[in-house]
């Protein structure tokens, strides 16, 4: 059986309480499939040189950002959809979690013309959300653990990761979909 086929079976239940219904498992494994396939293509495209040079990837803000958030986009989906209260799903979350506040704290360094821009609102979502997400999952109210997951999943790293790749002139917009001249 692949691992597709197991995170998704019903024989692999979910711990109680953590259940997600088949049509948010559907679109938690399109959002990270799809969004983990457009960086990995930009990453390629940028190291093997044909991507253009962006001034951006100078700035070690964006470079710590980066670096934190490309493998929390799969592993992110990797917990959502795989067996849940497993001595490895703990492990593997504090490591997501520990990469989304690093993501977010970066992303207070990376300004646009020198401001905050529309898309630091997703800083202080992503603060918050980390610390309740650790909070209720400690507490065992594993229902409010699950909501604060899968919003971070959705809110905090979706939305921002498609702004940053559709969004003409962003780093992983450049890469994915730029030309060199």
């Known amino acids: 059986m692949t691992i597709l086929a197991t995170m998704l079976s019903p024989s692999n239940p979910p711990a109680k309480g953590f259940?997600?219904?088949?049509a948010m498992r559907g679109i938690v494994l399109a959002a990270s499939t799809i969004l983990t396939a457009m960086a990995l293509y930009a990453i390629l495209r940028a190291m093997l040189g044909i991507a253009p040079a962006h001034p951006n990837i100078r700035s070690a803000a964006i470079v710590l950002h980066v670096v934190s958030v490309i493998p929390a986009i799969p592993l992110g989906g990797y917990l959502l959809l795989s067996?849940?209260?497993?001595?490895?799903?703990?492990?593997?979350?504090?490591?997501?979690?520990?990469?989304?506040?690093?993501?977010?704290l970066s992303a207070i360094f990376i300004r646009t013309s020198g401001s905050f821009s529309f898309i630091h609102v997703f800083v202080p979502l992503t603060l918050i959300g980390a610390w309740q997400t650790v909070r209720y999952a400690r507490l065992g109210r594993i229902a409010e653990h699950r909501?604060?997951?899968?919003g971070m999943y959705l809110g905090a790293l979706m939305i921002?990761?498609?702004v940053a790749f559709l969004l003409?002139?962003?780093?992983?917009?450049?890469?994915?979909f730029g030309w060199p001249a």
């Open 160 to 162: 921002p990761g498609l």
């Open 83 to 104: 067996r849940k209260g497993t001595a490895l799903h703990k492990q593997l979350g504090k490591l997501w979690i520990a990469m989304m506040v690093v993501t977010a």
């Open 168 to 176: 003409p002139g962003r780093l992983m917009n450049v890469w994915t």
């Open 19 to 22: 259940d997600l219904s088949p």
């Open 147 to 150: 909501k604060q997951i899968v």
